[in-house]
């Protein structure tokens, strides 16, 4: 596990990578004490194994924020998150469909499994 990220401040994207999947949120606050970050879930982008240039990609703007160890996030670069942004700027909101909902679930529960002892305490 690596070490919690200095400089991390409200509104800043952080990104969770996890097998075949990244997790993009905004930072809606941060609990020091506990080494904890508040995330509002924005997409997921998991690996499309038919097209490999191109990832899946799940808006998640309409889902669960998180409230998640620090440390198993990174700031997200711009050149991973600068083509996404259309996705994400968008003058309606989309609904948070089943497939999203579902890989959303999927990728919580990968990263759960493979990082344990991120969650005690």
């Known amino acids: 596990m690596a070490t919690p990220l200095p400089g991390v401040k409200p509104g800043q994207i952080l990104v969770l990578a996890a097998g075949e999947g990244c997790l993009y949120g905004e930072v809606v ?6 080494q904890r970050v508040w995330l509002r879930t ?16 799940y808006l998640l703007q309409e889902d669960s924020h998180l409230l998640w160890p620090l440390a198993l996030f990174q700031p997200a670069l711009d050149t991973d998150l600068l083509p996404l942004l259309p996705h994400l700027i968008q003058t309606q909101r989309t609904p948070l469909t089943p ?3 579902q890989a959303f679930r999927q990728f ?3 990263v759960w499994h493979h990082n344990p002892s991120a ?3």
């Open 119 to 121: 969650f005690q305490s």
């Open 99 to 101: 497939e999203a909902a």
């Open 29 to 34: 606050d941060l609990v020091p004490q506990r």
């Open 42 to 57: 924005l997409l997921l982008t998991l690996a499309n194994p038919l097209d490999p240039d191109r990832p899946s990609l």
């Open 108 to 110: 919580i529960a990968q």
